[in-house]
């Protein structure tokens, strides 16, 4: 071999290497692009925390099942699912154990819905589950999945547990497939509104409740913001003496076109839609400065305000209070916090923080529809309450009922031994008055005494010597 053909082979040899390596590092930039987009799209098809499927993954899902059914003629369920207690976790516990307890409900829906199921994370404690088959399948899945939610969940710390509300709608019964999760969704946030703890199939009366809702909502909206609400009080009455010592305000809404919508209409929508915030603040701004002025002409007697389960969960509520209170120049201690057994017995830290927050105020706390929640005496001791309120529900059965007038009798004597006193509310009996004055309650309301009525109004009764209905302001009401 001469020198050229030696120096020809080792140039051939070179460029041979030189493209074998660029041939390398272009398999590998592929493969390395290929590894990102593939970690891309398994990102974007899952909830990293859970695992399930993300909702764009679930709508692909959807579309494929709609293509199915269309070409055998089948069909599917689509199950909304929210954890009900889920905000009072969120509420109760860190972020990190929130978190935990999603991860658990995931893993325990998978193991309900099966293999052939997608599962979906949607937001906060929601998710959706898609299945094949018709109604029977979807009540029996929600069936199984409401048993296994249901289980306490073990947490490092300690344990918790939650119902969930379950709404089903199936293809092609309950309309397109475009509105096959919005429907699943609308039953199940149906449900929950009315207590939840079941599964709800979809009925189309549904949207028709819906859009009425949504009308009212915006009309909630707009009274906040023009003013439309008032409040009128209702006395309570000593026991004893027919004395006024206190005022409960009661907050009504004119609307300027169904005229009065009752609070059982409108506090739920405003609690479930945001607005008890603003709502609550302006119940609290305008009671405080009716007791202000009803001290200016001398009368003494605490306003009384009801204190809802959002409201309890604020941070500053009641530095909010407080700040209300020494604007309009009004004591705490003028200042009544009704709060409903319920919401006192959730137990979680935020509630825990605003019942302490209370107690170092120096407001009077009572524990309103007492009797309907579950209280026990150890829980009881920890609030820091003044009184008890008997739920209307037993004052109402207490001239038929002999288990009314035993739970009454038994509330009473708890709330002596706790050194409490007890007010009894709806009283609308002569009746029903003297069972109570005989078995030891203090203090009395209901329409047998006063209908509610305008702080004017109120205002005048307390005036006279001796009220219409025979009821004394003067000695309970004037400094």
């Not at 599917?76 to 658990?104: A, K, M, P, R, W």
């Not at 699943?184 to 509104?193: I, P, Q, T, V």
């Not at 005229?259 to 945001?274: D, H, M, N, R, T």
Request: glycine residues 8%; charged residues 25%; aromatic residues 8%.
């Amino acid at each position: 071999m001469d020198t050229w053909q030696f120096i020809s082979l080792g140039v051939a040899a070179a460029l041979s290497y030189l493209y074998w390596l660029e041939r390398k590092k272009r398999l590998q930039a592929t493969s390395d692009r290929d590894r990102a987009l593939n970690q891309m799209s398994a990102k974007n098809s899952h909830d990293e925390r859970t695992g399930l499927l993300s909702q764009d993954a679930f709508d692909k899902a959807l579309d494929q099942a709609t293509q199915n059914a269309d070409r055998s003629g089948g069909s599917y369920c689509v199950l909304s699912i929210v954890l009900d207690n889920f905000g009072l976790i969120q509420d109760g516990f860190d972020e990190e154990t929130s978190s935990q307890v999603l991860v658990l409900t995931a893993q325990r829906l998978l193991s309900s819905a099966g293999s052939e199921a997608s599962v979906c994370k949607c937001e906060g404690g929601e998710f959706a589950v898609l299945v094949s088959g018709g109604i029977p399948v979807g009540t029996q899945l929600a069936d199984r999945i409401r048993a296994e939610l249901s289980k306490p969940i073990a947490l490092a710390t300690n344990t918790t547990q939650s119902t969930c509300s379950i709404g089903i709608a199936t293809y092609p019964d309950h309309g397109a497939r475009a509105k096959m999760w919005g429907n699943a969704a609308l039953a199940m946030r149906s449900l929950k509104s009315s207590g939840g703890d079941d599964y709800c199939v979809y009925d189309p009366k549904m949207a028709v409740q819906a859009r009425d809702e949504a009308v009212m909502v915006n009309d909630l909206r707009q009274a906040v913001a023009a003013n439309q609400f008032t409040l009128y009080f209702q006395p309570k009455i000593d026991a004893q003496s027919l004395q006024v010592t206190a005022a409960e305000a009661l907050l009504r809404w004119h609307h300027p076109v169904r005229g009065f919508v009752s609070p059982v209409v409108f506090i739920p929508l405003a609690e479930k839609y945001g607005l008890m915030g603003p709502i609550g603040n302006w119940v609290i701004e305008e009671a405080s400065r009716t007791a202000a002025v009803w001290l200016e002409s001398g009368l003494r007697m605490r306003v009384a305000v009801n204190i809802s389960g959002y409201q309890m969960r604020q941070d500053n509520l009641v530095e909010h209070i407080v700040s209300v209170l020494e604007r309009h120049g009004v004591q705490p201690e003028r200042f009544t916090c009704e709060i409903t057994e319920t919401v006192a017995m959730e137990d979680t830290a935020a509630t825990k923080l605003t019942f302490e927050k209370m107690r170092q105020a120096g407001f009077h706390v009572s524990i309103d529809d007492f009797g309907t929640g579950y209280s026990s005496l150890g829980s009881l001791r920890r609030l820091p309450a003044a009184e008890l309120k008997i739920d209307r529900a037993f004052v109402m059965d207490l001239e038929e009922s002999e288990e009314a007038r035993s739970i009454a009798k038994s509330i009473i004597d708890m709330a002596r031994a706790l050194g409490l006193k007890v007010i009894a509310e709806g009283v609308e009996t002569v009746g029903q008055s003297n069972l109570l004055v005989d078995m030891g309650c203090d203090e009395l309301q209901g329409f047998l005494y006063s209908m509610p009525i305008a702080a004017d109004e109120l205002q005048k009764m307390a005036m006279n010597r001796h009220a219409g209905d025979g009821s004394d302001f003067r000695d309970s009401l004037f400094a």
